[in-house]
């Protein structure tokens, strides 16, 4: 048996109160890709071909990079990330590893939570008080002798052993997949110079209505997620931070939350944060706003809502956007002016 080795590990609350009041960037994350690329250039790696373009596993550092753009620390379940994405287990599982190599992203686990990723940002401006305040650890050299499966008196307290034979659970899963399929899936084919593009654009031209309704499953999933962790504040903002892209949807979300509204929308506030989609802008958060108003007033006075509080939102946000392009279009068209067409006095030339 290969000896334990050991695995740096925080506590969800100390995690979640530094969390908290973090304003994610999209900006910010691609300053963070930039410096990943560099940094693997420069260790004499391709970047592409860990992270090679239009894949999932890029999709899942994107994501990831996305929710270290705030305070430079966060948590997430490797399925939470499977689901966002749309990928396998396996696929993330790929991607960060890559990533923990690159040397510039601590990967942690969470002490009292299944199967949880924390990851924390090196290059980090607050990387030092994150290890102190979450991680309680002050000697960063107790990090690097973690990493490098060093043991001994530099190994801090934090930490978990686990036993090599034993991998973490999403490697598990990931062999079980890949022991059950007689194919790779569909966004780990040609990752590796295979040269299969024509191959892989006819697979999804087949499948296209099957990915459609594959969607569709992960957006019911995902509401579900929100919808089971309402009573559940903590929950709900680890949730909403995992989902949401914009910083309008988290203004929508508070402004549901701590409003005066009808208990009703404030249940659905996170589902409906996240119904008007990552491209929000600040006209569509008015809009947004606008139909929660005529919903509000409708459950105020006495009115049943027979659908659910998000589907009836959608039909009137829609409704509302709908007739704004309409009214936008009619100002938009320039009448021409009535030709008036100038009289002249007639001359006649030929018998002058």
């Known amino acids: 048996m290969k000896s334990a080795s050991a695995i740096i590990t925080a506590y969800n609350y100390d995690i979640q109160k530094y969390m908290e009041g973090q304003r994610l960037s999209t900006k910010v994350k691609k300053s963070l890709l930039d410096q990943l690329e560099k940094a693997i250039t420069e260790a004499g790696e391709s970047f592409y071909k860990l992270f090679p373009r239009n894949t999932k596993r890029t999709e899942v550092l994107d994501s990831i990079m996305y929710l270290l753009s705030g305070n430079g620390i966060c948590k997430i379940e490797s399925k939470t990330l499977a689901n966002k994405v749309g990928c396998s287990v396996r696929t993330v599982y790929t991607a960060v590893r890559h990533l923990k190599e690159s040397g510039l992203v601590l990967v942690a686990g969470l002490a009292d939570g299944q199967n949880k990723y924390v990851f924390v940002l090196k290059s980090h401006a607050n990387f030092k008080q994150i290890m102190h305040e979450v991680f309680f650890i002050d ?25 090599q034979n034993a991998e ?25 110079g295979e040269d299969s593009s024509s191959n892989l654009n006819n697979f999804f031209n087949s499948f296209s209505s099957l990915k459609q309704e594959e969607n569709n499953y992960i957006k019911q999933a995902i509401e579900k997620e929100l919808a089971e962790a309402v009573k559940d504040q903590q929950k709900e903002l680890e949730q909403i931070n995992t989902y949401y892209t914009n ?63 998000p589907a009836l939102f959608t039909r009137i946000y829609q409704d509302i956007r709908r007739v704004c392009e309409v009214k936008k279009l009619k100002k938009s068209r320039v009448t021409e002016p009535e030709r008036t067409d100038r009289k002249l006095p007639f001359y006649d030339w030929l018998n002058e």
């Not at 990090?143 to 052993?161: D, F, L, Q, T, W």
């Open 139 to 163: 000697d960063l050299s107790e990090i690097e002798a973690v990493e490098n499966g060093k043991s001994g008196e530099n190994v801090p307290a934090a930490v978990s052993s686990i036993d």
């Open 247 to 309: 910083d309008l949807q988290f203004k929508l979300y508070n402004d549901l939350k701590y409003g005066q509204y009808h208990q009703q929308l404030k249940d659905s506030a996170s589902i409906i944060g996240l119904r008007v989609g990552s491209t929000v802008r600040p006209k569509h958060h008015i809009q947004a706003l606008q139909a929660v108003i005529k919903i509000n007033k409708f459950l105020v006075a006495g009115g049943v809502v027979r659908e659910s509080i």
């Open 168 to 192: 973490p659970i999403a490697e598990q899963v990931a062999g079980h997949i890949a022991g059950l399929e007689n194919a790779e899936s569909a966004d780990t084919i040609g990752v590796e």
